[in-house]
């Protein structure tokens, strides 16, 4: 038996010790439904820059700095690569010169021999090779010089902004600068060409010149290693430090991320895409899937109740009859309107800075048809994140 002064402490400090440990239990079961990520995620992205958009909506998950100008480092060869495929396709053949070197990153190339676009192409991509990236570009805008300004012309017609381009293959030049947010809208451009798209998911390939015969390796080392891990392009200077540009997809739905500035973009880029994944925003289409798959259930059951009418008068058993009629005829009119509209139009959501001309410059359409299509009286009434039909 306890001592009374004994006893007399317990029953003062049980109920206070219960009532602690409950509401330290209440506390970690909080902390557990928090994601830790959630948490942490600003202190375990180092980049100076970085944007995280959900491809589907439109929806920025994450953003540090997107209008912050800095240097691009070798990102800037989406840019080449896609004014390279818009203007002269992938097809056909680079004759070498002795203009066309560069260091560090080459193949490197011998003037006087000829090289197919597409192997400059994979290896401008995959080795990022600077001599590459010179050689397309002379090919492309007949000098460095024009091909510059076709850099900066199309950088405006994609909505950038607050973006120089000195240089087709992003080594350091001052003057030369982009943003998250900029190189969001060339990464965008540049995934959506599916032969570019493909080139920069490639592991390896096999690149034979008069120099060498060599296998070229991606330089994302998330390729393969990271679930989901899709096209990208990576960058690094001295002066710029790490730079990224990159999707991911899981259970159809794909982030698009874009980092500069950055002394880790492997760890930044994980915990980035890991966030990414546990907050992605609604899913548009689901509602609208939902609702066109039950809408016809409740039709379908209404027409049983028209025989609990006549139920009384027994001839109830040859009215169900021709109820499987009714049900086989909506599923024939609803097939047709599900193939027909999908193809027909693609949607575009509307990003900040982007105006109906340089969405009608990506999409290859005319600024009235879009005018049209979407019953817009004025265009100055365009908001980010508003949705557009885009006519074929």
């Known amino acids: 038996m306890l001592h009374p002064l004994k006893q007399a402490f317990w029953e003062l400090c049980l109920p206070v010790l219960i009532l602690g440990m409950m509401t330290g239990a209440t506390a970690m079961a909080a902390g557990r439904d928090t994601h830790p990520l959630e948490r942490d995620i600003n202190s375990l992205v180092r980049a100076k820059s970085a944007l995280l958009v959900d491809e589907k909506t439109g929806e920025v998950i994450f953003a540090r700095n997107a209008g912050k100008e800095l240097p691009p480092a070798s990102t800037v060869k989406m840019l080449t690569a896609l ?222 109740a028209v025989p609990t009418a006549p139920a009384a008068v027994t001839p109830a058993v040859t009215a169900p009859a021709p109820a499987p009629a009714p049900a086989v005829a909506p599923t024939v009119p609803a097939a047709a309107p599900a193939e027909t509209p999908r193809p027909a139009n693609q949607t575009h959501v509307i990003r900040r800075g982007e105006t109906l001309s340089s969405i009608a410059q990506v999409y290859d359409c005319s600024v009235s048809k879009l005018t049209r299509v979407n019953q817009i009286s004025d265009p100055r009434t365009l908001q980010p994140g508003q949705k557009l039909i885009i006519p074929n």
């Open 83 to 304: 004014l390279v495929y818009e203007t002269k396709g992938l097809g056909g053949t680079v004759l070498i010169t002795s203009d066309d070197k560069a260091e560090p990153s080459n193949v490197p190339l011998i003037p006087g021999e000829t090289v197919a676009v597409r192997d400059l192409v994979y290896s401008l991509l995959l080795g990022s090779d600077n001599d590459s990236a010179i050689a397309l570009a002379r090919y492309t805008g007949g000098n460095v010089t024009n091909f510059i300004n076709m850099m900066n012309n199309r950088a405006i017609r994609l909505g950038c902004r607050n973006s120089n381009f000195k240089t087709p293959n992003g080594l350091p030049t001052p003057g030369q600068y982009t943003t998250s947010e900029d190189l969001m809208k060339i990464f965008e451009a540049f995934v959506r060409v599916p032969e570019l798209r493909r080139i920069a998911s490639t592991k390896t390939y096999f690149l034979k010149t008069a120099a060498r015969s060599q296998t070229l390796k991606n330089h994302n080392k998330l390729l393969g290693v990271y679930s989901g891990m899709g096209p990208a392009k990576t960058g690094w200077t001295y002066t710029s430090r790490h730079t990224y540009a990159a999707a991911a997809t899981r259970n159809g739905r794909e982030l698009h991320l874009t980092i500069l500035d950055t002394p880790n973009k492997w760890a930044d880029a994980t915990a980035l895409f890991d966030y990414g994944f546990a907050h992605l925003p609604a899913d548009p289409t689901v509602p609208a899937t939902t609702t066109a798959v039950t809408a016809p259930t409740p039709a379908t059951l209404a027409a049983p």
